[in-house]
C-alpha cells in the first residue's frame, strides 16, 4: 500500500524536490507546472516520515507533504 501525495514548490525548488522523490524510494507519477510545481507521486507507506525530514532539511522548513490518497503500486526492491 502506497501513500499518494503532492508537495507544491517554487520553480527554483522543483529540481531539489523532483530528485528527493527517488531518493526517498518514491515514483514521480505527475508534475504540474503553473505559477508554482506541483509534484504528485507515490511512496510506500512507512517512508513519509524519513522523507518529511528530508524535505524539511532542503527546504528550510518550507515545504511539507500532503496526502491525497492510498493506492497499491508495484515497487522494486532498493538495489543493493
Known amino acids: 500500500l502506497c501513500d499518494r501525495a503532492l508537495i507544491r ?6 529540481g531539489r524536490v523532483a530528485s528527493l522523490v527517488p531518493e526517498a524510494g518514491g515514483l514521480v507519477a505527475d508534475t504540474r507546472y503553473t505559477d ?8 510506500p507507506r512507512g ?3 524519513p522523507m ?3 524535505l524539511t532539511e532542503l527546504s528550510a522548513g518550507a515545504l511539507h507533504i500532503e496526502v491525497t490518497g ?11
Open 9 to 14: 514548490c517554487d520553480y527554483p525548488q522543483y
Open 36 to 43: 508554482r510545481v506541483e509534484v504528485e507521486y507515490l511512496l
Open 47 to 49: 517512508l513519509r516520515e
Open 52 to 54: 518529511q525530514k528530508k
Open 70 to 80: 492510498e493506492e497499491y503500486a508495484p515497487f522494486s526492491p532498493p538495489a543493493p
